[in-house]
C-alpha cells in the first residue's frame, strides 16, 4: 500500500479503494482525486453499499473501467454458503443473482 500524498505523486495506472470512504451514510466521501491520474485503466472499489459509489461514478464519467464492491460481497457470501452447506454453487447461480441486483 501507500499514502495518498505518495499516490498523487504516481501515475497510476489502476486504483483499488479497500478503505469504507464512500459507504453509507458517508455517500458524498470519495477516497482519492482522479483529475491528476493521465494514465489511469481501471478503478476499483471494495464498497458495495451504494452500489456506485463516487468514486466509481468519477471513473466511469471519465471513460474509465469502474467496478464496484458488490461482486466480492456475493462471491465471498457463495464460498461461505458452499462451506456451511457442504454443496457446491454452480457460477450460472451466482452470476444470475448478481446480474438481477445490478439492474
Known sequence: ?????????KN???IINTTPVGMYPKT?????ELDSFTDLEAVVDVVYNPLKTKLIIDAQSRGIKAIGGLYML???AVKAAEIFCNKEIKADVFNEILKEKQN
Do not use: F, L, M, R
Open 1 to 9: 500500500y501507500i499514502t495518498y500524498k505518495e499516490a498523487y505523486s
Open 12 to 14: 497510476a495506472q489502476v
Open 28 to 32: 458524498n466521501d470519495q477516497p482519492i
Open 74 to 76: 456475493y462471491a465471498q
